[in-house]
Structures are given as structure tokens and as C-alpha cells.
Nanobody
Framework: QLVESGGGLVQPGGSLRLSCAAS????????IGWFRQAPGKERDGVSC????????YYADSVKGRFTISRDNAKNTVYLQMNSLKPEDTAVYYC??????????WGKGTMVTVSS
């Protein structure tokens, strides 16, 4: 099971750090992705980090503002979000992808960027 946390209401230009914690699963061997879905829109990929070498990838819309990282000792992946914009408002989901187990999704955490 994956559980996201850290969402909330923040003003434009502010920061939030989202966490994706696993229970019953080990994240060490999973590629972890963060996705978001704004009201009335499709779910889009935001960032992901590979299982091997922890290579990070970002959507153009968040590049330079968001940073993904993993702490295998805590079995958690983070998404540090800086310089937040109103268009970042969405429900954020994490997904763990395992070669042998398939994909696991969390239930999401809401991020609202508004003054």
C-alpha cells in the first residue's frame, strides 16, 4: 500500500513537500512516479525516480521547481515543490512500479495553490 501525505493550501510562490510512504511494500526496487489530476482534467505525470541509480525525470511544467528524492531507509519517496503556482493545484498521486508485482497507486493528497 502507498500513502501520500503533505498536501494542503499554500499561497503562490510557496512550498510543500509531499511524501509517498509504503507499507507492506519495499520501495527500494520500485520506480516511483508522482502524478497529478486537476479538476476536469486527465491525470498527468509530474516526476519519477528510477529504482536503480535513482535517476530523476520531470515534466517540463515543473522542471526547476520540483525535486523528487527517495529515502530507502524510511521506505519513502518525496516530492519537494517550490515556487508553486495556481496551475499546480491538483490531487497528487504516487505510483510504485515493480517488474514482478506490477503497479501500486496511492489514494492521493490534495494540493491547492491560492491566495
Amino acid at each position: 500500500q502507498l500513502v501520500e501525505s503533505g498536501g494542503g493550501l499554500v499561497q503562490p510562490g510557496g512550498s510543500l513537500r509531499l511524501s509517498c510512504a509504503a507499507s507492506g511494500l519495499t520501495l527500494d526496487y520500485a520506480a516511483i512516479g508522482w502524478f497529478r489530476q486537476a479538476p476536469g482534467k486527465e491525470r498527468d505525470g509530474v516526476s519519477c525516480i528510477s529504482a536503480v541509480r535513482s535517476r530523476a525525470y520531470y515534466a517540463d511544467s515543473v522542471k526547476g521547481r520540483f525535486t523528487i528524492s527517495r529515502d530507502n531507509a524510511k521506505n519513502t519517496v518525496y516530492l519537494q515543490m517550490n515556487s508553486l503556482k495556481p496551475e499546480d493545484t491538483a490531487v497528487y498521486y504516487c505510483k510504485g512500479s515493480y517488474l514482478d508485482l506490477g503497479d501500486y497507486w496511492g489514494k492521493g493528497t490534495m494540493v491547492t495553490v491560492s491566495s
